[in-house]
């Protein structure tokens, strides 16, 4: 019998899938990957065996597509241990603000898909008594900004689900981790003028995400310097926030 543990990287194709990915591989673990394009993940796949021997499988998953959640589960060859959804889609915060399709897929990528697909692996953890959830929210979701409120807002709804399910679980096996990147070098900034200080690799969230797992944490700021600046920005009146265009 296989005694190696199983993670499930939701989002297997981002940098920070990938990174998360290699965290928990070099440690021992055997991964299963997760995307919208499963054959464009055999390579990754491919990589963690060679560098790690890593026993890795790919899967199509849609975080659009609900209905298909349940036989999503249900066809993994085993019942990961710990699973982590990265899943996300910036978008353009000017075109959600006359496009409701887009401030809807926005929406639901965000929040809608991540959170139902988390819950319903913490049901199944319940049942079995154990294993870990991480959702991959942002510093987004702490406060609207003007700039990108339809993203933020959606990260908020899904730190909010993740807060309420680990409050509900408690005290039973099953434990919950909300991680908040601050800002991260990936294709999703690619362009993005990023103040350096605050921004990090892909590779510190990946490390970031195994070690919240192993100390059972519950909210990490993988920068704690983002702690500061959303306790900052939260503190804000808002008569003061609402005239920063941010
Ligand atoms: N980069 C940052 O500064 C930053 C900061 C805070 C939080 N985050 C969060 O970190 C996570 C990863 O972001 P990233 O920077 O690594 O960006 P990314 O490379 O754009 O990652 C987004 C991931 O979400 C997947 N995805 C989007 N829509 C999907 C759908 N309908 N079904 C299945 N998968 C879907 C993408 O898959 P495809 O390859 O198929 O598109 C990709 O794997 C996101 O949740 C993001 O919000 C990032």
Known sequence: ????????????????????????????????????????????????????????????????????????????????????????????????????DHATTIMRSNYEGPALILGLFAEKFLARGGGSIVGVSSVAGDRGRASNYVYGSAKAGFSAFLSGLRARVSSSGVHIVTVKPGFVRTKMTEGMKLIGPLTVEAPVVGDAIFNAVQRQSDVVYVSSKWRLVMLIIKSLPEAVFKKLKF
């Open 1 to 100: 019998m296989n005694s190696r543990k199983i993670v499930l990287v939701l989002g297997g194709s981002s940098d920070i899938g990938r990174a998360a990915a290699r965290s928990f591989a070099k440690a021992g673990w055997d991964v299963q990957l997760a995307g919208r394009d499963g054959a464009a993940l055999e390579p990754d796949a491919a990589d963690l065996y060679a560098r790690y021997t890593t026993n890795a499988s790919v899967h199509r998953f849609d975080v659009l597509d609900t209905a298909s959640f349940d036989s999503f589960a249900a066809g993994l060859p085993a019942l990961p241990d710990v699973v982590i959804s990265i899943i996300g889609l910036l978008g353009s915060q000017e075109t959600a603000q006359h496009d409701l």
